[in-house]
């Protein structure tokens, strides 16, 4: 059984965005910059209370959860309770978190749904304001947190979740480097793996070009996939970054990846792991000039694109 991304039934309780981004377009709501002590991630987590608890979880961190707790419960706001401390590093922001969680109707007890044990969810970007610092906190790797969400319009049934803090994810493609193309835009990397992008000398390409600047070793990204990324984008007649996910503090994910047609064809085929150089001419980034106006009508885009996990669309 696939669970739900932390977004869906976390969002509507919480009233915080997970998963930033808009249809069409590689561009996440601001969000803070990763300058954010652990600290800050510790205040700003679901408080504890009567109802987490009054919850008794069973298990190995690591395997699937039992909970043991009178139902039905009684949640009107977010509670959460750790009930395993791990002894890892403690979650900072901007981190990548893989993670596990069994969930629970909280007026049966009844497991709704249980996944990240022996199956791969991607990785969660926990940030100030981003709804998953509620349920993370600052918890050192390997903690198990107890989680009771109460029920909203949006999500009509109140639930019990049980997270398991497994790892931290990286947050810049770890494939192999590969040869550089000639005639193509120059990368250089920094220390954390933000790129810069020196735009070659003549004119734009009309024709999109794609190269592999890291051969990831995962998944392969599918259409209809939602995949986890960090992006940098510059025009290619300025060479000015116009959006940036390095500098919007997080990586994003789009809900199919609803991207412009020419950023779709450099994600699809590309293993997970893999930093992707793409060269989009307006035909297939924003449309010519004049036909229509977005500011980057007309535009040939140049993006890196590192792969950070991809989740395949449900058949």
């Known amino acids: 059984m696939r669970i739900r991304p932390l977004a869906a039934l976390s969002v509507a309780a919480l009233s915080a965005v997970l998963l930033a981004g808009c249809t069409g377009q590689p561009e996440p709501e601001a969000t803070p910059t990763n300058t954010t002590a652990a600290a800050d991630l510790c205040s700003v987590a679901a408080p504890s209370g009567a109802v987490s ?42 981190d990548l978190i ?14 709704l749904e249980a996944d990240g044990y022996d199956t791969t969810i991607p990785p969660v970007s926990v940030t100030v304001g981003s709804g998953a610092d509620q349920f993370f906190g600052c918890a050192p790797i390997g903690s198990r947190i107890v989680m009771a969400v109460p029920a909203t319009e949006q999500s009509p049934t109140a639930v019990v979740w049980v997270l398991d803090v497994l790892g931290k994810s990286p947050t810049a493609a770890w494939g192999e480097e590969q040869e550089p193309v000639d005639g193509m835009p120059t ?11 020196e735009i070659p000398e003549g004119d734009a390409p009309t024709e999109i070009q794609i190269a592999v ?55 699809e085929g590309q293993p997970v792991g893999s930093q992707v150089l793409v060269v989009i001419p307006p035909a297939l980034g924003y449309g010519e000039a004049g036909s229509s106006e977005h500011e980057l009508a007309g535009k040939t885009l140049v993006f890196v694109i590192d792969i950070l996990s991809t989740e395949h669309a449900a058949q």
């Not at 893989?98 to 497991?111: H, K, L, M, W």
């Open 53 to 94: 608890d009054s919850i008794t979880v069973g298990g190995e961190v690591g395997t699937e959860a039992t909970a043991e707790f009178e139902a039905p419960l009684e949640i009107t706001s977010a509670e959460r309770t750790v009930a395993v401390e791990g002894d890892g590093d403690p979650i900072a922001d901007g």
């Open 187 to 197: 990368v250089t990397l920094a220390d954390n793996g933000q790129p810069e992008i």
């Open 98 to 111: 893989t993670y596990a969680a069994t969930i629970f109707d909280a007026s049966t007890g009844e497991v």
């Open 213 to 267: 600047l890291k051969e990831g070793d995962g998944e392969p990204v599918a259409a209809g996939d939602t995949t986890l990324l960090q992006y940098y984008g510059v025009d290619w007649e300025t060479g000015e970054s116009f959006d940036s996910s390095w500098a919007n503090g997080a990586p994003i994910s789009i809900p199919g990846n609803t991207y412009v047609p020419g950023f779709i064809q450099a994600l």
